[in-house]
């Protein structure tokens, strides 16, 4: 019997996307068992201190309510390895927003009113949350986000920056940013007669989100079972449990009912995380030729004071461009904020902002095409650890979208293209990203009537995770892709890793392979058909994934973007947006374009549109709602095109892909900020490019 045609690395429509356009699909707030209450958390209200005196009297009575929680009577912890998880545990207030109460009620509506009766005393003290680059609390940590050296020093960037011909000298800013997924951070949790807890929620992994409670409620792991089937996105927010899963466990278990906890959008700026702002110092130093002689990139971010998140924002300079000298390096200061956390491409999305700005702003200085400039300094081995790149295609990215996007047509000199009261400019700008693996598990299963059964506890964040899972093991298998069924989003399935740092694909995909094949070879060798409880092969690609790889592994690509600025207005409209990527083999087209597309997205709203700031006075930010904070909407996006080169990497895993979830969103504001240089003459240096920042350089 011939092998059916492989449909790994075919446009195979989403398996559940029918479901989520017919409401078919259930997020975790849309689980409601029997008796379940609702729960409404309530942020402090002041910037720093401690809570005083708390009345419930006022709550209790109001009809419906039937709980209120704080630090005086709510479960105490065990151990929480996130300490933004130790809510309710004392008085403390380490910024405005920390949940001092939960109230419980028999309807959402009365669990808000009850909220809104509590009578809550607060001590205050003096807090700080304004980052300043010359701030006195800074310093410099030992590692970033991702465990890299906070500092990485080759050569004597200073001297070789003093004495080069061509020197860049910029500061770039990038303010608070928020990942407002369109499904809100929610929970809904039960606690069964046996003491068992299993809850309904909204994250990213479901592993990690098991393991979490169970350290923080002293329970075993497998006394958890924790389900995400379907996740509203995430963007990064939803990589840990966030405080509302902590709650909706502690309510359950005072209230001994159900109860469901969804975070209000207007909190969610101040208990999910959000992309600490930067300060960044780049210095550039060049031959006459174009040729870098020193690359200095120096950051200054914020942190909180529960736990230290410093976002590795000069890490890319590390990798990109290859010079003789460089600096990278990261200060941070502990605030009286929100604690950071992962946002889309945390560090290389700022970080490459700034460096492709300096960049360009090198080309401009050196009279030079910017993507020449790139070109030239295209390196063989990533110059921070020497090692030979298991692929490199950035240079390919470069020159296949400047011929498709019709770079070299146009007019370099700024300001020069009219349209009426339009100013029209291009601007390019190089991504990266590193490739990222962890070790998963997987079980796949053949049954007697000749059908195949996938076990892994991937979560599709809106990726379309398991078609793609299901494409890989029908490929391993030799099966048709219809004849797999693939089970995701559950901790009672075999251990994988959170679906983030554009490694869920990779990993999650490396065990299935693993445990397919195994199973395509017991089948071989097993005669006759499958017994009657079928085969099983269960796989763990541990060994695999522990061996430190020799090579330098990162996708590449470059972004291609045309504005058009009105002089009258200072409005800024992106007319088009090109991206060609390298990111190995692309193992689905419809859904790799659909994540490409999405954070280049993504990068125009950080360019133009997304804008938070602290209010030094509150302590608050000031964008915590979609009315307030702005992303892109249908309007805001024009025709976006998203091409990627083939690779064949074989230094990766078995399917040779790369991620590509971050890839799309780096260097994609930078695009845009240089195309309104262009446009302008006007270098801006402070995102996001705004009417009111643009319009004074255009009167």
Same mark, same amino acid.
């Given at each position: 019997?011939?092998?059916?045609?492989?449909?790994?690395?075919?446009?195979?429509?989403?398996?559940?996307?029918?479901?989520?356009?017919?409401?078919?699909?259930?997020?975790?707030?849309?689980?409601?068992?029997?008796?379940?209450?609702?729960?409404?958390?309530?942020?402090?209200?002041?910037?720093?201190?401690?809570?005083?005196?708390?009345?419930?009297?006022?709550?209790?009575?109001?009809?419906?309510?039937?709980?209120?929680?704080?630090?005086?009577?709510?479960?105490?912890?065990?151990?929480?390895?996130?300490?933004?998880?130790?809510?309710?545990?004392?008085?403390?207030?380490?910024?405005?927003?920390?949940?001092?109460?939960?109230?419980?009620?028999?309807?959402?509506?009365?669990?808000?009113?009850?909220?809104?009766?509590?009578?809550?005393?607060y001590e205050t003290a003096a807090h700080d949350v304004l980052l300043t680059e010359d701030h006195p609390g800074l310093y410099t940590p030992e590692?970033?986000?991702?465990?890299?050296?906070?500092?990485?020093?080759?050569?004597?960037?200073?001297?070789?920056?003093?004495?080069?011909?061509?020197?860049?000298?910029?500061?770039?800013?990038?303010?608070?940013?928020?990942?407002?997924?369109?499904?809100?951070?929610?929970?809904?949790?039960?606690?069964?007669?046996?003491?068992?807890?299993?809850?309904?929620?909204?994250?990213?992994?479901?592993?990690?989100?098991? $393991?979490? /409670? !169970?350290? @923080? *409620? =002293?329970?075993? #792991?497998?006394?958890?079972?924790?389900?995400?089937?379907?996740?509203?996105?995430?963007?990064?927010?939803?990589?840990?449990?966030?405080?509302?899963?902590?709650?909706?466990?502690?309510?359950?278990?005072?209230?001994?009912?159900?109860?469901?906890?969804?975070?209000?959008?207007?909190?969610?700026?101040?208990?999910?995380?959000?992309?600490?702002?930067?300060?960044?110092?780049?210095?550039?130093?060049?031959?006459?030729?174009?040729?870098?002689?020193?690359?200095?990139?120096?950051?200054?971010?914020?942190?909180?004071?529960?736990?230290?998140f410093v976002e590795q924002a000069a890490v890319p300079a590390r990798v990109l461009y290859g010079s003789a000298h460089s600096r990278t390096a990261?200060?941070?200061?502990?605030?009286?904020?929100?604690?950071?956390?992962?946002?889309?491409?945390?560090?290389?999305?700022?970080?490459?902002?700034?460096?492709?700005?300096?960049? $360009?702003? /090198? !080309?401009? @200085? *050196? =009279?030079?095409? #910017?993507?020449?400039?790139?070109?030239?300094?295209?390196?063989?081995?990533?110059?921070?650890?020497?090692?030979?790149?298991?692929?490199?295609?950035?240079?390919?990215?470069?020159?296949?979208?400047?011929?498709?996007?019709?770079?070299?047509?146009?007019?370099?000199?700024?300001?020069?293209?009219?349209?009426?009261?339009?100013?029209?400019?291009?601007?390019?700008?190089?991504?990266?990203?590193?490739?990222?693996?962890?070790?998963?598990?997987?079980?796949?299963?053949?049954?007697?009537?000749?059908?195949?059964?996938?076990?892994?506890?991937?979560?599709?964040?809106?990726?379309?995770?398991?078609?793609?899972?299901?494409?890989?093991?029908?490929?391993?298998?030799?099966?048709?892709?219809?004849?797999?069924?693939?089970?995701?989003?559950?901790?009672?399935?075999?251990?994988?890793?959170?679906?983030?740092?554009?490694?869920?694909?990779?990993?999650?995909?490396?065990?299935?392979?693993?445990?397919?094949?195994?199973?395509?070879?017991?089948?071989?060798?097993?005669?006759?058909?499958?017994p009657p409880e079928g085969l099983t092969v269960h796989a763990d690609t541990g060994p695999e994934t522990a061996a430190e790889s020799p090579y330098?592994?990162?996708?590449?690509?470059?972004?291609?973007?045309?504005?058009?600025?009105?002089?009258?207005?200072?409005?800024?409209?992106?007319?088009?947006?090109?991206?060609?990527?390298?990111?190995?083999?692309?193992?689905?087209?419809?859904?790799?374009?659909?994540?490409?597309?999405?954070?280049?997205?993504?990068?125009?709203?950080?360019?133009?549109?997304?804008?938070?700031?602290?209010?030094?006075?509150?302590?608050?930010?000031?964008?915590?709602?979609?009315?307030?904070?702005?992303?892109?909407?249908?309007?805001?996006?024009?025709?976006?095109?998203?091409?990627?080169?083939?690779?064949?990497?074989?230094?990766?895993?078995?399917?040779?892909?790369?991620?590509?979830?971050?890839?799309?969103?780096?260097?994609?504001?930078?695009?845009?900020?240089?195309?309104?240089?262009?446009?302008?003459?006007?270098?801006?240096?402070?995102?996001?490019?705004?009417?009111?920042?643009?319009?004074?350089?255009?009167?």
């Open positions: 019997m011939s092998q059916p045609p492989s449909t790994l690395g075919s446009p195979v429509v989403r398996r559940e996307g029918r479901e989520k356009v017919t409401g078919g699909a259930r997020y975790a707030a849309e689980h409601t068992p029997p008796g379940c209450l609702y729960g409404w958390p309530v942020p402090a209200t002041i910037a720093r201190g401690r809570v005083e005196s708390v009345d419930t009297g006022e709550a209790l009575a109001l009809p419906g309510v039937r709980a209120v929680l704080t630090h005086h009577d709510a479960p105490r912890l065990k151990d929480p390895d996130d300490p933004v998880l130790a809510v309710l545990q004392n008085d403390r207030v380490p910024h405005r927003g920390w949940y001092v109460a939960l109230v419980v009620a028999d309807t959402l509506e009365q669990a808000r009113a009850g909220a809104a009766a509590l009578r809550i005393g590692t970033v986000n991702g465990g890299y050296p906070a500092v990485r020093e080759r050569g004597d960037a200073e001297r070789a920056f003093a004495t080069a011909p061509v020197q860049i000298d910029a500061v770039y800013t990038v303010g608070p940013l928020h990942n407002h997924p369109m499904e809100p951070h929610a929970t809904t949790a039960w606690w069964t007669d046996d003491g068992r807890l299993v809850l309904h929620d909204s994250s990213q992994g479901s592993t990690t989100v098991r $393991d979490s /409670l !169970a350290a @923080a *409620l =002293g329970l075993r #792991p497998e006394q958890i079972t924790a389900v995400s089937e379907h996740v509203g996105g995430g963007f990064g927010s939803k990589g840990t449990p966030r405080p509302q899963t902590v709650l909706a466990a502690m309510a359950a278990s005072r209230t001994g009912r159900p109860v469901k906890v969804v975070v209000p959008r207007r909190q969610m700026a101040a208990v999910v995380g959000h992309r600490a702002p930067t300060v960044q110092r780049i210095r550039l130093g060049a031959e006459d030729d174009g040729t870098l002689a020193s690359v200095i990139h120096e950051v200054v971010t914020h942190t909180s004071t529960l736990k230290e990261h200060r941070v200061t502990a605030l009286d904020v929100p604690s950071p956390s992962w946002m889309r491409a945390p560090g290389e999305a700022p970080g490459m902002y700034a460096l492709e700005s300096a960049m $360009d702003e /090198l !080309a401009s @200085a *050196l =009279g030079m095409d #910017p993507v020449e400039l790139r070109l030239r300094n295209d390196p063989a081995h990533e110059p921070d650890s020497g090692r030979p790149f298991s692929s490199r295609g950035l240079a390919a990215c470069l020159e296949r979208g400047a011929a498709r996007f019709g770079w070299h047509e146009r007019d370099p000199s700024p300001a020069a293209r009219e349209e009426g009261p339009l100013l029209i400019g291009s601007g390019v700008a190089s991504a990266t990203y590193p490739v990222y693996i962890t070790s998963s598990s997987a079980s796949a299963h053949a049954a007697p009537d000749g059908s195949y059964h996938v076990r892994v506890n991937a979560t599709d964040i809106g990726t379309g995770a398991r078609t793609v899972l299901a494409q890989i093991a029908a490929d391993a298998l030799g099966v048709p892709e219809a004849e797999v069924r693939i089970d995701i989003g559950s901790s009672a399935l075999p251990d994988a890793p959170l679906a983030g740092g554009s490694m869920g694909t990779a990993s999650w995909g490396w065990a299935v392979h693993k445990a397919c094949t195994a199973l395509r070879r017991q089948l071989r060798e097993h005669t006759g058909p499958p330098a592994r990162h996708a590449f690509g470059a972004h291609f973007a045309e504005v058009a600025v009105d002089t009258r207005t200072g409005e800024t409209r992106v007319r088009r947006m090109l991206g060609v990527f390298a990111a190995g083999r692309v193992l689905n087209p419809r859904t790799a374009r659909s994540q490409f597309i999405g954070g280049m997205t993504m990068g125009i709203g950080m360019a133009l549109t997304e804008s938070s700031s602290l209010d030094p006075a509150f302590g608050d930010f000031t964008g915590n709602d979609l009315a307030s904070y702005h992303v892109p909407v249908s309007a805001d996006v024009p025709r976006i095109e998203a091409h990627w080169i083939d690779e064949d990497d074989p230094h990766l895993n078995p399917m040779g892909s790369k991620g590509i979830g971050e890839i799309g969103i780096v260097g994609a504001a930078a695009a845009v900020g240089n195309a309104v240089r262009h446009a302008t003459g006007v270098r801006l240096r402070s995102l996001p490019i705004t009417p009111d920042t643009l319009l004074p350089y255009l009167l």
